[in-house]
């Protein structure tokens, strides 16, 4: 299996609030989780990595306190953005991996922060 | 780190081949990847490459050099669903899974 199920698809958020992005391998366990965000028109940035029962680890500029990740089970990551500011608003993309070498990856969510 | 560099745009007509290529730089390589996006969708799967040579599957086809820092994806019998931007991702070494993308080639397919 390959499907990688991501919710919500969109968002809309007011500025200050908080909000939680659900990455799910449906028929697959993923041992190693990325999160991605891609801003109009730019390729993907990778923001963090995260493998089953560990802490994440962040790429340099990201702030861990302020995208937490949690992955709690090898189907299940969630991003929360909080305190999120309309500079937040982006694609947030995640992919999971198994032991096949691609990545795939989930449908993506618009986060607007008004 | 890794340095990936392809181009920004490129356009082509219905029916004709194009060749994205892509240059990297990376500290350790395991091999590299090319990925498919629609606008406001996800990145799809197309190739992985390890070793050197050509990896042809159906209209697409991938080229690796590893000893260059070089490859290219070839887009065969172009239809007007290929447009798209194209992603090159080299896969580093001792980060199994984490892919840095570069800024990708936007495919224009025209009638």
């Known amino acids: 299996g390959a499907v990688v199920s991501q919710h919500p698809s969109w968002v809309i958020c007011k500025s200050g609030t908080s909000v939680k992005i659900e990455c799910r391998s449906l028929d697959f366990q993923a041992t190693t989780m990325f999160w991605y965000r891609q801003f109009p028109k730019q390729s993907l940035m990778l923001m963090a990595t995260s493998n089953e029962g560990s802490k994440a680890t962040y790429e340099q500029g990201v702030e861990k306190d302020k995208f937490l990740i949690n992955h709690a089970s090898l189907t299940l990551s969630t991003l929360t953005v909080t305190s999120a500011h309309p500079e937040d608003s982006s694609f947030y993309i995640c992919?999971?991996?198994?032991?096949?070498?691609?990545?795939?990856f989930g449908q993506g969510t618009r986060l607007t922060v008004v | 780190g890794q340095n990936i560099d392809q181009p920004t745009e490129m356009t082509a007509t219905e029916g004709a081949i194009v060749q994205i290529n892509c240059t990297y730089q990376t500290s350790g390589f395991n091999g590299l990847f090319w990925y498919q996006q629609h606008a406001g969708e996800a990145p799809t799967f197309l190739s992985y490459?390890?070793?050197?040579g050509l990896e042809e599957k159906g209209r697409f086809s991938s080229f690796l050099s590893r000893s260059k820092g070089y490859s290219y994806l070839l887009l065969k019998e172009l239809q007007m669903k290929d447009s798209a931007s194209y992603l090159c991702a080299p896969e580093h070494s001792g980060s199994w899974g984490k892919l840095q993308f570069g800024a990708g080639t936007q495919v224009v397919v025209t009638p």
């Open positions: 992919s999971a991996r198994d032991r096949r070498p691609e990545a795939f």
């Open positions: 490459n390890v070793l050197d």
